[in-house]
């Protein structure tokens, strides 16, 4: 299958891109990694009039490390944030999540920003960003404004960057001290798209109990969904949390739909299994760098 006919642009800086956008408005598409772009086109699933290509704006292909967040840039490809040392120390779910997203070829070509701009709602890095209450700088020619994770994702394949704007960095928050992540997925086959998928972080307090237990969900709903599990991880003062409780507490919160990889009754079934699943890899972590 073929793309039908669209214009073509290759600015060489932000600041042609966002002219260049301003200028087409609905009728512009910005083309990054393509690797969700190019698929849909050939498919017909939609149909820009223009493709904006900014893999030239090499001012945005960056990974950054600062005392609160992990800033990823626009032309950061999966494999340059996956393979970044201080990234990985600063907040180890990037890591744990990209290794997991497609296949090697997908990831060297992809861009973080860009998955997160697609708001797929199977996507690893959109559960990525909603549980750490991430944020997305989208740009304009008029300016740029920072959207919280919790604002970005609007529904399927729908996120929060208008026409005439770029999505140009993603931050995502520092892992704080005493606090652990994990994710976790089933995938029909290695590199698919996953029936279900989790992220979770526990927060450990100054005793070593837990005082948060949070999780996000992909493949379950419209948008990345996180649940606030704490009251239910956490039996009483003293008492060992109980992940099991809170993967019963998640799965009556989540309704699922059926498509032609699963059932609904599965995909929740996975949903229970997983939340525990991860909960407790988040916790043994969390241990671990407490005792660090």
Same mark, same amino acid.
């Given at each position: 299958?073929k ?17 260049t ?11 990054a990694g393509g690797?969700?772009l190019l ?5 017909r699933?939609?149909a ?5 290509d ?13 005392a609160?967040?992990?800033r990823?840039?626009a ?7 996956l393979a970044?040392e201080?990234a990985?120390?600063a907040?180890?779910?990037l890591r ?6 497609a296949?090697a070829t ?12 697609h708001?797929d709602?199977?996507?690893e890095?959109? !559960?990525?960003?909603a549980l750490?209450?991430g944020t *997305?700088?989208v &740009?304009? @020619?008029g300016?740029?404004r920072d959207?919280? /994770? ?7 394949l729908e996120?929060a960057?208008?026409?005439g ?10 892992l704080p001290?005493?606090?652990?992540t994990?994710f976790v ?9 996953a029936?279900c ?6 927060q450990l307090d100054?005793?070593g ?6 999780a996000a ?6 948008t990345?969904l996180v649940l ?9 003062s003293?008492a060992?949390p109980d992940?099991?409780a809170?993967?019963?507490?998640a799965r009556?919160?989540?309704?699922p739909?059926?498509d032609?990889?699963?059932t !609904?009754d ?6 229970? *299994?997983?939340? &525990?699943? @991860? ?6 972590? /969390?241990?671990?760098?407490s005792r660090?």
């Amino acid at each position: 299958m073929k793309p039908p006919p669209f214009g073509y642009s290759r600015p060489e800086s932000v600041a042609e891109a966002l002219t260049t956008l301003a200028d087409l408005g609905a009728d512009g598409k910005v083309l990054a990694g393509g690797q969700s772009l190019l698929p849909i086109l050939s498919m017909r699933l939609a149909a820009p009039h223009h493709l904006v290509d900014i893999n030239r704006l090499h001012e945005l292909d960056y990974v950054r490390v600062d005392a609160q967040a992990v800033r990823v840039g626009a032309l950061a490809r999966h494999a340059h944030v996956l393979a970044d040392e201080d990234a990985y120390r600063a907040q180890p779910l990037l890591r744990t999540a990209l290794r997991l997203v497609a296949h090697a070829t997908i990831r060297n070509r992809g861009t973080t920003v860009g998955s997160l701009a697609h708001a797929d709602p199977a996507g690893e890095m959109t !559960a990525v960003l909603a549980l750490l209450d991430g944020t *997305v700088r989208v &740009a304009s @020619a008029g300016g740029a404004r920072d959207v919280a /994770a919790g604002d970005f994702f609007l529904g399927p394949l729908e996120s929060a960057v208008q026409a005439g704007e770029l999505a140009v960095e993603a931050s995502f928050p520092v892992l704080p001290a005493g606090a652990g992540t994990e994710f976790v997925e089933v995938a029909r086959r290695h590199g698919d798209y996953a029936v279900c998928g989790v992220a979770a972080l526990v927060q450990l307090d100054a005793t070593g109990a837990v005082s948060a237990a949070r999780a996000a969900y992909l493949s379950v709903s419209a948008t990345p969904l996180v649940l606030d599990l704490t009251e239910a991880a956490v039996p009483g003062s003293g008492a060992a949390p109980d992940f099991a409780a809170a993967a019963d507490a998640a799965r009556g919160q989540l309704e699922p739909e059926a498509d032609i990889h699963a059932t !609904a009754d599965y995909r929740l079934h996975l949903a229970g *299994v997983l939340t &525990a699943r @991860a909960l407790e890899g988040a916790y043994r972590q /969390a241990q671990e760098r407490s005792r660090a």
